[in-house]
RNA sequence: GAAGAAGUACUCAAGUGGUUGAAGAGGUGGCCCUGCUAAGGCCAUAGGUCGGCUUGUCUGGCGCGAGGGUUCAAAUCCCUCCUUCUUCGCCA
């Protein structure tokens, strides 16, 4: 969500932004909403300006009252009631003038980075570079659900009875170093000084309908029946609920915060790719970073935090590669976004195993999280970024560590984490 | 989950429809007094948010947990919700 302001003085800019990202029909937006703002400033002075005579008047009344001229005071009662009218009007206009202008301010594009690649959709995001060694195979590497089968690892079949297509039994070894992923990957950001935070696994409607549209909301997330409550599709919704409304010390910039949580997806719409497996599933553990910063450090975090993914999954020899988003395939509320992709040796290609955004001061201003700073209050950046998400990531991380005997290698860094174990093998 | 009580600013707190332009106290900041310390005195402390233009040491609206309602007028009366506390119940 951009400034209004910005609407007010530069229009031209915001339009610009807009045919940047291939949004054409939403240029009419800025004109409407420049005139839908101007009749909303204008309602809004006269509003206030009748509200100030009632107040004024209100107030003789009571001091009337006060004295015992009580026929005076019934004949400026009359007089307050008409303004009293004629404000009743105004307020009925003022919201939906106000909806208006805030539904179209919603799909309007923030102003994306000038580094950001142009181009329509996701077909013309930009590799940037590569990281790692892709180790070479001459064997083939099986389907990672068979890796899993053979190793006595995965029961899809009972989750299809239990619960349904989407979720999974994770067992023995396998189930341990999804854990063991789990638990390096926390203790590595708090190694780089972020703060471990779990928080509520669910989150009121309130929450909802401000971290995201409603259009998300009905194909992402479960409701709880009976209950005003929805399970998350991502920690982030909780982690920034937790600032919505509120006024931060300066001095506690930057908060760098690390959550682990369970995520539980509807994935209304999402057919045909990777089904079968653990791909695309409607429940998974993730840990997450956040970065809440001074506006001008966002993108120094940007580029620390997509570092930080790269280390990690090099750390567990997994080559994988940086994709930036092209301004087609950017979502409306972000300044700039890549996602880490994990090397895929069965397939031959890169897939995606991290998000990292930099949203600027877009989230802060739609959720109204604001710092405290020595010349006032100000919007913070917010930024978010996948540490792992591990059922998703075993996939590479099953092929690349995968040998010709059918064993898992464990890299030294999860060693620790699975009890000192080198290697995992059938039982 | 049940019953009762409560929610006012940085904190405590007064306030049952109209000089409340939210008292008072503490704390905090500034100044005075003082050889130093303690004590004391004076002053400031409602932020936030949305507007207006004459851009100011200006001005108006909103704002007393949140949202509605009643009224000429709501911190105050009514309704819904949230949160906290107490007691009971249940529970890893």
């Known amino acids: 969500m951009i400034d209004i302001k910005l609407i007010r003085e530069n229009p031209e800019l915001v339009k610009e932004n807009i045919r940047k990202k291939f949004q054409d029909e939403k240029l009419v937006l800025v004109d409407e909403v420049k005139a839908l703002d101007e009749e909303y400033r204008a309602l809004r002075?006269?509003?206030?300006?009748?509200?100030?005579?009632?107040?004024?008047?209100?107030?003789q009344i009571g001091a009337l009252m006060g004295q015992g001229k009580k026929e005076e005071a019934e004949q400026i009662k009359a007089e307050v009631k008409k303004i009293g009218e004629q404000i009743e009007e105004c307020e009925l206009e003022e919201p939906k003038l106000e909806e208006k202008i805030r539904e179209r301010m919603l799909v309007i594009p923030n102003i994306?980075?000038?580094?950001?690649?142009?181009?329509?959709?996701?077909?013309?995001?930009?590799?940037?570079?590569?990281?790692?060694?892709?180790?070479?195979?001459?064997?083939?590497?099986?389907?990672?659900?068979?890796?899993?089968?053979?190793?006595?690892?995965?029961?899809?079949d009972s989750a299809r009875k239990t619960s349904g297509n989407g979720f999974y039994y994770l067992t023995g070894d396998i189930a341990r170093l999804h854990s063991a992923i789990l638990a390096y990957a926390r203790d590595y950001m708090v190694g780089k000084g972020f703060t471990y935070c779990i928080p509520p696994f669910m989150i009121r409607s309130e929450v909802v309908t401000g971290v995201m549209s409603f259009k998300e909301m009905e194909n992402m997330m479960y409701k709880i029946e009976g209950e005003d409550l929805y399970l998350i599709g991502t920690s982030e919704h909780s982690m920034i609920g937790?600032?919505?409304?509120?006024?931060?010390?300066?001095?506690?910039?930057p908060m760098t915060l690390t959550s682990y949580s369970p995520c539980f997806r509807k994935?209304?719409?999402?057919?045909?790719?990777?089904?079968?497996?653990?791909?695309?599933?409607?429940?998974?553990e993730k840990q997450?970073?956040?970065?809440?910063?001074?506006?001008?450090?966002?993108?120094?975090?940007?580029?620390?935090?997509?570092?930080y993914s790269v280390d990690l999954f090099l750390s567990m020899n997994i080559p994988v590669r940086t994709l930036e988003c092209c301004s087609g395939d950017l979502a409306d509320l972000k300044v700039k976004s890549c996602?880490?992709?994990?090397?895929?040796?069965?397939?031959q290609k890169y897939f995606e195993v991290c998000s990292c955004s930099n949203l600027g001061d877009a989230q802060s201003r739609r959720l109204k999280i604001r710092v405290k700073g020595e010349n006032g209050n100000y919007l913070p950046h917010t930024l978010n970024n996948t540490v792992v998400a591990p059922p998703r990531m075993l996939i590479a991380f099953l092929e690349n560590n995968y040998n010709e005997d059918g064993t898992i290698d464990i890299p030294e860094v999860l060693q620790p984490y699975m009890g000192g174990q080198k290697k995992i093998v059938k039982k």
């Open 242 to 253: 937790r600032f919505i409304d509120t006024i931060n010390d300066e001095n506690k910039l």
């Open 267 to 284: 994935e209304v719409g999402a057919h045909g790719i990777e089904e079968r497996g653990v791909y695309r599933i409607h429940q998974f």
């Open 339 to 347: 996602d880490v992709e994990a090397w895929s040796p069965r397939q």
């Open 288 to 307: 997450e970073m956040i970065v809440i910063c001074k506006p001008e450090e966002s993108m120094d975090w940007y580029n620390k935090m997509w570092r």
């Open 112 to 156: 994306i980075d000038a580094s950001v690649p142009i181009g329509k959709d996701d077909s013309e995001n930009v590799e940037i570079e590569q990281f790692g060694t892709k180790r070479t195979f001459d064997y083939e590497i099986p389907y990672h659900t068979d890796i899993m089968e053979s190793l006595n690892g995965i029961d899809l």
């Open 45 to 59: 002075t006269k509003a206030d300006e009748l509200r100030s005579q009632r107040n004024a008047i209100s107030k």
